[in-house]
């Protein structure tokens, strides 16, 4: 994990250097999408996580 925050913070570094602070914000919106689509796809999220009240997630009901 290490070596991909490295390279997440590199790509943010050259778009915010190169393309100025636009760029650096898609670059990093585009980035916690893509995050939040893997997370997804590895089945370590649930949609219906972004949905339930708080305390459910904590007592632990589906």
Do not use: N, S, T
């Not at 915010?16 to 370590?44: I, M, N, S």
């Not at 999220?45 to 632990?60: A, K, Q, V, W």
């Amino acid at each position: 994990m290490g070596v991909a925050g490295m390279i997440a913070g590199m790509a943010l570094a050259f778009a915010g250097y190169f393309g100025g602070f636009g760029a650096f914000l898609l670059v990093a919106a585009l980035g916690a999408v893509g995050f939040v689509v893997g997370r997804f796809l590895e089945g370590d999220m649930d949609f219906g996580d972004f949905f339930r009240p708080r305390d459910e997630r904590r007592r632990g009901r589906p």
